[in-house]
């Protein structure tokens, strides 16, 4: 594609991940990518059915190979699934780009998932219920999220303001080319 780096978004179930990559690749005019729906379109398959199938190994293995496929291009917004932080060949691939962490507390996110839960798409992970799940999901993925990340957003920021933020955190990364003469704007 443009050869310039891959911003991935990365963060956990409800942090607005798809939501931020949307806009940030609308304004940065670059394509949009999320890695569950890489996954759907490679295997046929909704992120409940493979675990259904194989369990969250199953699932986390498809979700390794989508993002090699992404990977292979440049200059894309790519949505990561909030599990992708947790094999180390995907944080490898992951470091060959610009990695926005999108960090909310454990509230905010569980507000988030009990007022559009998409159980179909977000099978539960411990079993628990949904405030004790993503407080141990974030207890155990939260040094990998940092370790990831070149910058953290706040996530529960107004949606204008985070991308606005994020814009600023990929051009201090030197994630921005200038637009071509006349232009007048980095793009």
Not at 15 to 28: D, E, F, I, P
Request: proline share 3%; net charge positive; with cysteine.
């Amino acid at each position: 594609m443009s050869g310039e780096r891959n911003i991935y978004l990365i963060g956990a179930r409800a942090s607005g991940k798809t939501t931020l990559g949307r806009k940030l690749a609308a304004r940065l005019a670059r394509p949009f990518v999320d890695t569950d729906r890489r996954v759907l379109l490679r295997t046929g398959r909704t992120v409940a059915e493979l675990v259904d199938a194989g369990g969250w190994e199953a699932f986390r293995e498809a979700e390794t190979v989508a993002l090699a496929h992404v990977s292979v291009f440049s200059g894309q917004v790519v949505s990561c699934g909030g599990g992708i932080v947790l094999r180390q060949e995907n944080r490898d691939m992951l470091a060959t780009g610009i990695v926005l962490y999108l960090k909310a507390s454990a509230e905010v996110l569980a507000e988030r998932l009990l007022r559009d839960p998409l159980a179909a798409q977000r099978p539960t992970l411990t079993g628990g219920g949904v405030v004790d799940e993503v407080s141990q999901v974030l207890a155990e993925r939260g040094a990998l999220y940092l370790a990831c990340a070149n910058a953290v957003l706040p996530a529960e920021a107004p949606l204008p303001e985070l991308v606005e933020l994020a814009l600023a955190e990929v051009e201090r990364l030197g994630g921005l080319r200038r637009a071509v003469a006349g232009r007048g704007r980095i793009s």
